[in-house]
């Protein structure tokens, strides 16, 4: 009998060697199939690794994959062989197809083609993230689709619609990013959150296991419906309704230092000028899902806005009374879409706290800094205030908002 028996390295979980040992039986040769598990954040050769697990896939072999919620066993599509295993895998008996795992948000145009305002607001803000979307796709879109791929419609799409999983996970990004055909993930049912619990039905079909440890959650994934211009939860998961709600809206945030005059006037300003647009009041915003709110990046929070900021607004017919400072902050800085700052000093502090909200950060006059009018009159308040109007109209015409 002939045995196969993989070894890996302790101290790098990288594979080391095949050894073929022979015993005396003359038996027909059988195979002890044991999945490499690949310590892959701790490899000695990261890139090499993930290069590895890309070709697997590729070659359809079956590769063990993190995502933030769960392990899954990855596989390319188009591959019927591995379609067979991964259906096999899978616990439930549905022959229901597989949701399609991408890599960035952007691969979705493959299998949507033309999408509306919503369904890329909905997918700009909830990927990559622990949420599946479900999309009605149009007839002549899934037959050119699945033609394309050597599929059957069948095959991706689910009647008129088609799942798909764009996960927050940098192994899973890495890996799937250098695979050209579709991945999909299969599993056995169960929340596996650690390499080590998977299955033993599961390591005996796979090639190779890229352990990151335990996942960012203990949940699945939620499952959304997206339709023509609202949403509906089909399964529950890490997000709940209250998230979504929250992460669907578009945030503007703008940031001076003490959040009493510069910064609470671009508010102002801005709420009039995209209610007008929407044709509600600046009070109804909020259920458009527009938020408009500004910060200090040296602020004492619950300051009142400036006497002469007050005055100048009415001067515009609009009210800064019950406003009251806030501090710049993290949460804040994740929370907006796009972030306009009065000054160059204030984006660097936002970059300060959050170095990734770099690329969304700028200076709401390209052209430099709007001076700080505290300690001027009222006719200075005023000149500002022009100016931030005109900034905001020439910035907000420019499709930032849907």
């Known amino acids: 009998m002939t045995v196969w028996r ?22 027909p040769a059988t195979l002890d199939m044991q999945a490499q598990i690949v310590q892959i954040l701790s490899a000695a050769d990261y ?9 697997l896939l590729a070659a359809g072999k079956l590769v063990v994959l993190p995502t933030e919620t769960v392990y899954g066993v990855a596989g390319v599509l188009t591959n019927a062989d591995v379609r067979s295993s ?3 895998i899978r616990a439930s008996a549905s022959d229901r197809p597989f949701t399609i795992h991408l ?6 145009a493959q299998y949507l083609g033309q999408t509306n305002d919503f369904a890329r607001r909905v997918i700009h803000k909830l990927w990559p993230g622990p949420v599946g979307l479900v999309f009605d796709v149009p007839e002549a879109r899934r037959r050119e689709v699945a033609s394309g791929l050597g599929l059957e419609p069948g095959d991706l799409y689910d009647g008129a619609s088609i799942t798909l999983r764009c996960p927050d996970h940098p192994v899973f990004v890495d890996v799937v990013g250098r695979v050209k055909e579709p991945v999909v993930l299969s599993s056995s049912g169960q929340v596996v959150q650690r ?3 998977l299955p033993e039905e599961i390591l005996s ?9 335990p996942t960012r959650f203990s949940k699945p994934s939620t499952l959304v419906r997206v339709k023509e211009n609202s949403y509906e939860i089909v399964r529950g998961g890490v ?10 809206r578009t945030t503007i945030l703008f940031v001076c230092s003490g959040n009493t005059c510069r910064s609470p006037m671009a508010e102002a300003i801005a709420r009039r000028y995209l209610a007008d647009r929407l044709s509600v009041t600046p009070e109804e915003l909020e259920t458009k899902g527009i938020i408009v709110a500004s910060a200090g990046s040296f602020a004492m929070p619950g300051t009142r806005a400036a006497a002469p900021a007050i005055e100048t607004m009415q001067t515009m017919g609009l009210d800064l009374s019950r406003h009251r400072s806030r501090a710049l902050s993290v949460e804040l800085i994740h929370q907006a879409d796009v972030i306009y700052a009065m000054s160059q000093n204030h984006a660097k502090a936002v970059a300060s706290l959050v170095p990734s909200a770099a690329d969304k950060v700028s200076n709401l006059d390209p052209a430099g800094d709007i001076e700080d009018p505290i300690g001027g009159e009222v006719s200075l308040y005023i000149e500002v205030a022009e100016r931030i109007k005109k900034l905001i109209e020439q910035r907000l015409a420019q499709g930032i908002v849907p």
């Open 6 to 27: 993989r070894q890996t390295c302790k101290e790098t979980g990288v594979f080391a060697r095949l050894e073929q040992t022979w015993s005396g039986l003359d038996n």
């Open 47 to 55: 890139p090499q690794e993930v290069q590895r697990a890309a070709e």
């Open 86 to 88: 991964l259906a096999h």
């Open 103 to 108: 890599a960035r948000p952007g691969d979705a």
């Open 195 to 197: 390499a080590g619990d």
């Open 205 to 213: 079909q796979v090639e190779m296991i890229c352990d990151a440890g």
């Open 239 to 248: 997000y709940d309704e209250r998230i979504i709600d929250r992460l669907l």
